[in-house]
């Protein structure tokens, strides 16, 4: 998967990427924490993309968005194949229902290329999942990015603000069985 991500950087070097990302992989608490402490990622912030209802909250109504984080990240430092290649490895493609034990339609997975050069290394990478798994069906979808609302400060770096609550939520949702189960030892970490 990596080398067909790494062709096709290099066809698409000459259009400058994009120094946001936009993944959605279920609770945005876990893929917050997956991208925050990368080398090259300026920040995530979590919070909602995906719908038409005009400020989202995670206490009020969200309704049509998913859970998602925004990655501000230096392209020198770490590629959009690289954000890619962590965010594959940080969700279950095959559940449709949602991610581990956050089900519903806001806890779907979804990437959100910003450009066509980001949507060119989205799609291989999502054909280079399916080539891995060619038995299984795999739900995660690309869609073009759209606004994005940064949810509620309580809920910023909540891995970091509330470390034990976090790994309780994390074990209790078995979330890194199953990212080993489907990865093996390239299975996200945090």
Known sequence: MKKTIALLLLIITPYALADKAYFAGGCFWCVEAAYQDMAGVRKAVSGFTG?????????????GHFEAVAVTYDPDIISYADLLDIFWHNIDPFDNRGQFCDKGPSYRSAIFPVD????????ASL???????????????????GRFWPVEEYHQDYY???????????????RDDRLE?????KAGGH
């Open 51 to 63: 719908g038409e209802m005009l400020n989202p909250t995670y206490n009020g109504d969200h309704r």
């Open 116 to 123: 066509e050069a980001q949507r060119a290394l989205a799609e």
């Open 127 to 145: 054909a280079a999942v399916q080539a891995q798994f060619p038995d299984q069906t795999i739900y995660t979808e690309i869609r073009d990015a």
């Open 160 to 174: 970091k603000k509330n470390p034990i609550r976090y790994r309780f939520y994390k074990s209790g949702c078995r």
């Open 181 to 185: 189960q489907i990865w093996g030892d």
